[in-house]
């Protein structure tokens, strides 16, 4: 269907207003040659039904997949208060006296995500957690002339992927990686402690728990880190704050992630919510829209959209980052998540995870299965798993994690399995039949 | 220092924040516990806090009211017109929200579910490319911004493959920031080149200016100031013949689209908002999608993975192109952005995508006609979706464009684009876009005649304006000044306690 | 708008006072007006040295932000640590308390570099067309 609003009528009312007889009047302006002589080749007009019919995908049965992107439980309440329509077809907030809803959702946001991870101040959201990342490491270019940047190499193969794009015009600067120990999955620390030794201009940044689900010796990361230029632990399972300590705890400059998991559905790959915490002393060199609290005319409080000079419709080629827009509709699934669930239930939720894992891990035990590491693990660990196995878990409708060798060739065959409050024991025991 | 401020309980938010409802074991959640809870041992100590994490614990009842409450303080294309100029808030099908949640529940590891979703969003990478006339597509940036620089990085990319190192790209004064901004991350110089009195950027200015350190001219068509680019011909032409490249900003494509195609002026890359041109919403801020466009020649570059067909017919994900710009996005891109495009072009056809256009443009001149005796036009080229006026007259009488945009707002509108583009002093940008009812125009039309009347009669009156809307006019220069980001900076600068 | 007789003017809109071999500086009535309500200010370091010509700092309004020109080389004696708390001085009083720095002074010469009072009125009133 279409949805203009105006009949044949009032159209032609507006061609007489106007004095022309029809559209092509309109488009003068445009060289006669590039004027579109035929209709697009677009099929359609298409009703609802049929729409809905051809636009939809069922997910498998049984899913072990993580990885960056997870499935959690989210509450009816989140959907509820997401789909009104004051929210989701709102604009950008730039006129704060229409848009105090928007505003506060976003305050609230950054006042929960501080406390979570014990950091001074959060960004409005960025895309994603990877970007988020290649943000920080602009930052720390920016603001502490950083040379190199140095990336654990078990930090989510996208998120280095896009770093490495965000970053390859900047002359004179390096980005390496600090290998993992191929025992346990956690960063080599002596590699670590030389790197850091050896320039001392150096960015480092670590993900925790990491790629593999290992959960990175951070106070050891953190003492190697007192005299660096600047550091970051990147999260990328947001649920995993229910249970660990604040990353703020270990002193980081920067806390950078994804918090898809609070109230965000995987979406088969996006959106995602990429948050940016950091200490009070970047706040004008950091990336991404800030609310801050005001008051109006008549002294009463109110909020609205600060430091707009570090963004790109001010500062244009010198911003600070060319980002203009938010993850809005997630920010607000995230603050009604985190509202909804409270201290106690993100609690719950994490060690359901954690208990899930080892549910698993212990039933992969009994029957003489190891992992591939031995590093401690929130909900993730990786696993050998051959070509037999994968087929029959496809033929079952279990997709049993996801296919790493691609991104790390000496790890042959492995896979990463993640488990959520989304599985059961029954999801477990499939998983083992085709093992 | 710590800057003191008394706040007395009259001059309290209208709804308070979250943490302020916040008091123990009012949160009675029941989240799923299928696993029996593991006592967590001595292997797993860096797991446990001894803290529960510091969230407000509210009801759920309370949460509903909350949040409903702030909901009520927005507005929202929903409650009425959303004039924004090159922001086209058209209005949101609803069955597209329908469609995009019912991918909620898909992993991107779930590969069986995955062979659907790709092969749909390889349909709609080939319905972009029809409507804008060009070869190839990728979906993956997030927003408009995204597109920019992938879209730069690209041009980057082809150059160094080219063996070149040309440092400069065009950007005419009427761009939007974020081009300047996406070419530096993309390593370029951005230089201004002015657009004329006509409104648009003459050959004859980029005769001048091209040399053999262009990598690209970064154009915006229709412009900003809703002008067609008229000389795009010679323009693309004397950039080819320099070796140059010719990239389009999208933003404004709800003119074009079913009219003209990018792709027949000589553009090589360009951008497309689905959340503008294709119907998505904007949920207060994003997220947004801006998928790229290229020539065959600029194709190797597209970033990673591609959506490729294999020998048995079956799609995946190609992630080892070897002069690809590497990754963009850890996800794929906004997947649900995506499929509520798809739901909309499908709605639309052919046919109705070119009468979207075609109706847009007719609105907008419209009121355009309307308005110009009573605001100053300071372009009379014949404009399409868009236009621009200014405070001039109003000016005159102590009436400035900011004063116009909040008085709009006790009309029940929401202001134009306001101070922008750049180039016009005191610019008001309006886009009214294909879904508005005439009725609603024609209130439009009214309130900013009114508007100028009330100028006239009491140019005074403006400084206690807006008054219908949920709180008085904001004062951007207190929060700029004191910097209160989060609930516990409330307690640290206004000396408030933060919470019970 | 005011333009002090006994002041130097930059392009940039910073104005000196000379004083002996040192030279106060800050930003004229009109560089205020510009920018609207000043709400940051940074400054270099106390001790630094610097070229005229170069930043020295940057200012900030809601609106925008703006580099600081030295309008003499030397090295920075003084800085006003009163407006790093309170901005809005400098829109209050741009010549007075709105001082930003005190220049010690490597060549007074270069002050010839510089307009004086008619020379900035006229300057500005070119700009402000």
């Not at chain 1, 005319?297 to 000079?309: I, M, N, P, V």
């Not at chain 2, 009012?26 to 806090?49: Q, S, T, Y």
């Not at chain 2, 009309?411 to 940008?429: E, I, K, N, R, W």
Request: hydrophobic share 40%; with cysteine; net charge negative.
């Amino acid at each position: 269907m279409s949805y203009v609003s105006l009949n044949q009528e009032e159209k032609e009312r507006l061609f007489e207003k106007l004095g022309i007889t029809n559209t092509g009047d309109l488009f003068k302006t445009i060289p006669e040659r590039f004027l579109l002589e035929r209709d697009l080749k677009i099929p359609g007009p298409y009703d609802e039904q049929t729409i809905e019919s051809m636009l939809s995908s069922n997910p498998s049965r049984v899913v072990f997949a993580g990885g960056g992107i997870y499935r959690h439980y989210i509450p009816a309440v989140v959907d509820t208060i997401a789909s009104r329509q004051e929210f989701y077809t709102s604009y950008t907030p730039y006129q704060p006296e229409i848009s105090q809803g928007t505003l506060q959702v976003i305050f609230e946001y950054q006042s929960m995500m501080t406390r979570l991870m014990h950091m001074d101040v959060s960004n409005a959201s960025m895309y994603d957690g990877a970007t988020a990342l290649a943000e920080a490491c602009l930052m720390a270019i920016r603001a502490k002339k950083v040379k190199r940047i140095l990336l654990s190499k078990s930090i989510n193969p996208a998120y280095r992927s896009v770093v490495r794009t965000y970053l390859r015009s900047i002359d004179g600067l390096e980005v390496e990686e600090v290998p993992f120990d191929s025992i346990t999955g956690q960063v080599d620390l002596d590699v670590l402690k030389k790197a850091t030794m050896a320039n001392k201009r150096s960015a480092f940044f670590i993900q925790s728990p990491n790629y593999f689900g290992i959960i990175e010796p951070m106070d050891e990361v953190a003492s190697i880190m007192q005299d660096a230029a600047f550091w970051g632990i990147v999260v990328t399972e947001a649920i995993s704050l229910g249970i660990m300590r604040p990353p703020g705890d270990y002193g980081p400059d920067v806390v950078v992630g994804d918090a898809q998991s609070f109230g965000n559905p995987p979406s088969a790959g996006g959106p995602l919510l990429g948050f940016f915490c950091t200490k009070r002393e970047y706040i004008r060199s950091m990336p991404g829209r800030l609310v801050g609290l005001t008051r109006d005319k008549d002294g009463r409080q109110a909020f609205c959209l600060t430091l707009a000079t570090r963004e790109q419709h001010i500062r244009r080629e010198k911003a600070t980052s060319n980002i203009c827009s938010n993850q809005g509709l997630c920010v607000l699934r995230a603050a009604v998540y985190l509202s909804t669930v409270g201290p106690r239930g993100l609690r719950t939720i994490a060690e359901q995870c954690a208990s899930g894992a080892r549910y698993l891990l212990a039933l992969l035990g009994k029957r003489g299965i190891g992992t591939v590491f031995t590093g401690p693990v929130f909900n993730e660990f990786v696993l050998r798993i051959d070509d037999g196995s994968r087929e029959r878990a496809s033929q079952a409708g279990i997709v049993p994690g996801i296919r790493i060798d691609e991104y790390y060739p000496e790890l042959t065959d492995s896979q990463l399995i993640t488990v959520t409050e989304m599985n059961s024991e029954r999801d477990c025991k499939w998983l083992l039949d085709i093992m | 220092m710590v800057i003191r401020h008394n706040v007395t309980r009259s001059t309290e938010l209208l709804e308070p924040v979250v943490y302020s409802l916040s008091d123990h074991g009012k949160n009675k959640v029941n989240p799923p516990r299928p696993f029996e809870a593991i006592e967590l041992g001595d292997v797993d100590r860096p797991l446990v806090n001894h803290d529960l994490p510091d969230l407000p614990d509210i009801s759920e009842v309370e949460v509903v009211r909350h949040y409903t409450r702030l909901s009520r303080l927005n507005y929202a294309i929903d409650l009425g017109m959303y004039p924004l100029g090159s922001c086209t808030m058209k209005y949101n099908p609803k069955i597209s929200e329908k469609v995009a949640a019912k991918i909620g529940n898909i992993h991107p590891g779930d590969t069986e579910a995955m062979q659907t979703i790709l092969g749909l969003l390889s349909n709609l990478e080939a319905h972009l490319e029809e409507i804008c006339g060009m070869d190839a597509c990728t979906l993956w940036p997030a927003a408009g911004a995204h597109g920019e620089l992938t879209g730069m990085m690209i041009i980057k990319k082809a150059m160094v493959e080219r063996g070149e190192d040309r440092r400069e790209v065009l950007i005419p004064d009427t761009a939007h920031g974020t081009n300047p901004a996406s070419c530096t991350i993309a390593g370029f110089k951005a230089v201004k080149v002015p657009s004329g009195d006509k409104g648009y950027l003459e050959a004859s200015t980029l005769r001048k200016l091209i040399n053999e350190d262009v990598a690209a001219l970064m154009i915006t068509n229709p412009n900003t100031l809703g002008i067609f680019e008229q000389d795009i011909a010679e323009i693309s032409e004397l950039l080819h013949e320099n070796g140059s490249y010719l990239y389009m900003d999208g933003a404004n494509m709800n003119a074009l689209m079913g009219i003209a195609r990018p792709g027949e002026m000589g553009v090589d890359c360009m951008h497309l908002n689905l959340h503008k041109t294709f119907a998505s919403p904007h949920g207060g801020g994003g997220p947004g999608s801006g998928p790229v466009l290229v020539k065959d020649e600029l194709a190797p570059y597209l970033p990673m993975p591609w959506i490729v067909k294999d020998e048995e017919e079956r799609f995946r994900l190609l992630t080892n192109a070897p002069q690809s710009i590497g990754m963009i996005h850890s996800g794929l891109g906004n997947l649900s952005v995506l499929m509520k495009t798809l739901s909309y072009i499908s709605s639309l056809g052919g046919k109705g995508i070119r009468e979207a256009a075609e109706v847009s443009v007719l609105i907008a001149n419209y009121m355009k006609k309307c308005l110009k005796d009573s605001y100053y036009l300071p372009y009379d080229t014949p404009t399409l979706h868009e236009f621009v006026l200014t405070d001039k007259y109003q000016k005159e009488r102590g009436v400035t464009t900011m004063d116009i945009a909040k008085a709009l707002m006790d009309f029940g509108f929401h202001p134009p684009t306001v101070y922008f583009p750049l180039v016009v002093t005191g610019a008001m940008m309006i886009e009214p876009t294909e879904t508005e009812p005439l009725d609603e125009i024609e209130r439009f039309i009214d309130a900013m005649k009114q508007i100028d009347e009330l100028s006239r009669k009491d140019p005074g009156a403006f400084s206690s304006i807006p008054r219908a809307t949920p709180v008085s006019r904001v004062d951007e220069v207190w929060a700029a000044r004191r910097l209160v980001l989060t609930w516990d900076m409330v307690e640290s600068i206004m000396g408030e306690p933060p919470s019970k | 708008m005011k333009f002090p007789e006994d002041l130097k003017y930059t392009k940039d809109h910073e104005w000196g006072r000379p004083d002996g071999n040192r030279l106060i500086a800050g930003i004229t009535d009109y560089a205020q007006d510009e920018l609207g309500d000043i709400v940051y200010i940074e400054l270099n370091d106390k001790g630094s040295s610097i070229k005229q010509g170069e930043v020295f700092g940057t200012v900030e309004s809601v609106k925008a932000v703006s580099e600081l020109y030295a309008p003499a080389s030397g090295t920075i004696v003084e800085i006003n640590e009163a407006l790093l708390e309170a901005p809005e001085i400098i829109n209050k009083d741009p010549y007075g308390d709105g001082w930003m720095i005190v220049i010690e002074m490597e060549d007074r010469a270069e002050l010839n570099n510089l307009m004086d009072s008619q020379e900035y009125r006229t300057y500005v009133e070119k700009e402000a067309k």
